[in-house]
């Protein structure tokens, strides 16, 4: 698979473009964006630096996944967890997070890209919080696709919280609980209206979900990949869609689900197509 990496990586990105099957596109992509301060590090350079070239990743993998007609992406922007770095960082974070709204939102509309926030939002700087409201209230009816963007976001949290919520419906007999199913848990979770991803990328080389989502993630593929994401732009995101179709999903049963072939990964096996796509 490493070699086979290597070969792809030789590729331009037209042409990997080129070899991703547009009809087995993953629905929702998530991505623990991971090795900012590694980045930065490398480079003797503060972490916050690493965390600014981070946002330009950002971009511009927003703009591939949406060129290439990806549906949902979620980008697990700040943990739960994070709110114990250095005041500093966190401020930092605070800050280039309030940028990065004000900046992108006319590019959000010209690509007709949604915004939905999720997570404990209440827990955000009040300016950034209802930066967040701006601008999910003007994308809210773009459809060309949805960014998630999970802030103060925590797995084990969000199971709980949906607990909560339950057992406050159960009493209130909004529900009963013998009808609930892992179909009306799933909309007690902040995720309630997002279809669980398919591919999950992390970055930088660490191997774990780091209370990511936890219950969303059951049948996910995951792709990990050393690249830092400062690092991690167009062409990776290329790289992990083909790595992605190249896999075969079974969801616990024998024969792959109706509709999703898996194929071989080799360049030589790729069929070169005139595609159109969504931009
Ligand atoms: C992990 O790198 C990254 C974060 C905790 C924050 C991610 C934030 C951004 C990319 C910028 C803001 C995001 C948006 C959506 C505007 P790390 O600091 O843990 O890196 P390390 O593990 O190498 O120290």
Redesign the pocket.
Known sequence: METLKKELEKLSEERLLSMIHLAHLPKHVAII???????AAQRHLP?IA??RE??L??QEVVTAAREVGIEYLT?Y??SNE?WNRPTMEVSQ?MR??GF?LKKELDSLMENKVRLVAIGQIDRLPKPVIRLLQTVEEKTRHNRGMTLV?ALSYSGRADLINAVRRVVDAVQKKTILLKDLSEETFSDYLHTQAIPDPDLMIRT?GEIRISNFFLWQLAYTELYFTKTL?PDFRRKALLMALLDYQNRERRFGQVAPKKGVKPKVLHPENFHFRDQKRGV
């Open positions: 964006m991971d090795g900012n301060g590694r980045w972490r690493g965390h981070g946002i990743a950002v980008l922007a700040f994070n974070l280039l997070l990065y963007l930088s994401w």
